[in-house]
């Protein structure tokens, strides 16, 4: 007989398993959708940027319209009115049909290619150092290219100075013969005048002058040793550098245009407050710009500042110096002509004495000569018998006249005085004539000092005009000075000696 169980009561939960049981199969469940969600969301993670992980709490739809935003096209507004769009800046890809350009992909798990990648990133790496290598070679090579420019520049400098300085010293050679020559005067010419004063003067500044050019001589010498080991490291460290560029074969220039700089040591422009192109990288000891590079370079654009500053010092002073001693030795050979033309002054006037003293001693001689006739004459024959008896005291009609007391003639003593008197006139004649003829002979020496000091300024003048000419060096006129002597014979050369 069947059994019948009784009615359960009737409840609202009309499942049968049991709620542990349920339970159970949803945590099963739960943990299944989350490792999905999880897995999946590791996995879409790991192939998109940082930047494009999803707010929860935003939907996606919305999400994602946030994150392209940025892709797409501008809208800029043009003058004439009209509209023009333009991709944003940066890097990606431009997609031009869906006014669209996203940024670069950067993916975080090995891809397939991983290797080729690797190698592409190793051989980027090395390119990007060999080309960081190379503009700093570039860099190094400018610079020594304009060291050496420096280098050139201030060596021209250096010759123009010293030869500036070689005629300075010409000068002062010049100067010294002229002393000596002028030394050669007679006694009463050797009267210090203006024109020694302003040999002395001239003296003065041209070791003025030399001391000046010696020491722009001191200062370029120790500028060219400072420049040729700058121009030596430079060329150290750009061979240095040249060391990881052999696979390339570009040129240096090329890869100084490319960076935008002509030079980073380059003075011959005024820099701008915007340079264009590439900034000097900061040092870096274990890259390819290291502090001894840097070191270099900053020594390079001071040397180069102090020595275009040194050849402007340079250049000036040697035009100065030129101008300066062209006017000086002008001065000199101004005042030995005005001594010239007022010795040929004074010569004129004393040959114009000499002459009317000359016609003065002749009548004098002359009438001296006649005095001594006329005193022969007055005393008579030296023998009583040569006496007319017209010139006797004597004679008949003198003795007739003597014979009344008191009747003296004076005619005797006439005869004496007219004789003593003739006699002290001879005398005065005489000492004036030896007085004009003394005075003669002083004014004649005189005179002949005169040409010869004429002649001394004359010849110094031509010397100083031959010898501060540009085809007469120096070793000519030292020669000049220490061999030549007016007074006494040319030195016979050894050839002719030995012959």
Not at 41 to 66: F, G, I, N, Y
Not at 319 to 347: F, G, H, P, Y
Not at 365 to 393: D, N, W
Request: hydrophobic share 35%; net charge positive.
């Amino acid at each position: 007989m069947p059994v019948l169980v009784p009615p359960a009561e009737r409840s609202q939960d009309t499942r049968i398993g049991t709620p542990a049981w349920r339970e159970a199969a949803k945590a099963i469940t739960r943990k299944a959708h989350h490792l999905t969600d999880r897995c999946g969301q590791e996995a879409v993670t790991m192939w998109q940027p940082k930047d494009s992980v999803r707010d929860p709490h935003v939907a996606r739809h919305l999400c994602r319209a946030a994150y392209i935003l940025p892709w797409r096209f501008r809208v800029e507004m043009l003058k004439g009115g009209g509209t023009l769009e333009k991709p944003p800046p940066g890097e990606g890809v431009t997609l031009w049909k869906g006014k669209m350009k996203p940024p670069a992909w950067h993916a975080r798990l090995p891809l397939p290619m991983h290797r080729d990648a690797r190698a592409l990133q190793t051989a980027e790496v090395v390119h990007a150092h060999a080309r960081g290598a190379r503009l700093t070679a570039a860099r190094l090579c400018r610079a020594q290219h304009q060291i050496n420019g420096q280098l050139r520049l201030l060596l021209r400098q250096r010759e123009a100075t010293d030869r500036r300085l070689s005629e300075v010293r010409k000068g002062l050679l010049i100067n010294q013969q002229s002393c000596k020559l002028r030394g050669y005067r007679p006694k009463s010419e050797k009267v210090p005048d203006k024109a020694d004063s302003m040999l002395n003067w001239e003296k003065e500044e041209l070791k003025s002058m030399k001391r000046k050019m010696e020491k722009d001589m001191e200062k370029s010498e120790t500028l060219l040793k400072a420049l040729a080991s700058c121009r030596d490291t430079l060329a150290f460290c750009c061979k240095e550098r040249l060391q990881a560029v052999d696979l390339m074969n570009q040129p240096l220039d090329k890869v100084l245009e490319q960076a935008g700089r002509h030079s980073w040591v380059n003075l011959s422009h005024i820099p701008s407050v915007r340079p264009q192109g590439q900034k000097t990288p900061p040092p870096d000891p274990v890259g390819t710009y290291t502090p001894e590079c840097a070191r270099a370079l900053d020594e390079a654009k001071r040397l180069l500042m102090e020595s275009k500053d040194t050849l402007l010092e340079m250049t000036k002073n040697e035009e100065d110096v030129q101008e300066q001693q062209q006017e000086i030795s002008n001065r000199v050979c101004a005042s030995l002509a005005q001594k010239m033309r007022e010795t040929l002054e004074l010569k004129e006037r004393m040959n114009m004495t000499l002459g009317l003293m000359r016609g003065t001693i002749h009548r004098c001689t002359k009438f001296s000569q006649e005095m001594y006739i006329t005193r022969g004459l007055i005393k008579g024959p030296v023998s009583k018998r040569h006496l007319e008896t017209r010139e006797k005291l004597d004679r008949p009609l003198v003795r007739v006249y003597q014979r009344h007391v008191g009747t003296q003639l004076p005619e005797a003593s006439r005869l004496a005085q007219g004789t003593d008197k003739l006699q002290r006139h001879i005398s005065h004649v005489e000492k004036n004539l030896k007085e004009l003829l003394a005075t003669h002979k002083n004014l004649t020496g005189s005179l002949k000092c005169k040409k010869i000091g004429y002649e001394v300024d004359y010849n110094v003048v031509r010397l100083r005009l031959r010898q501060r000419h540009q085809h007469m060096c120096y070793e000519q006129a030292q020669r000049l000075v220490n061999d030549w002597d007016p007074r006494t014979p040319p030195r016979a050369e050894p050839d002719a000696a030995s012959k």
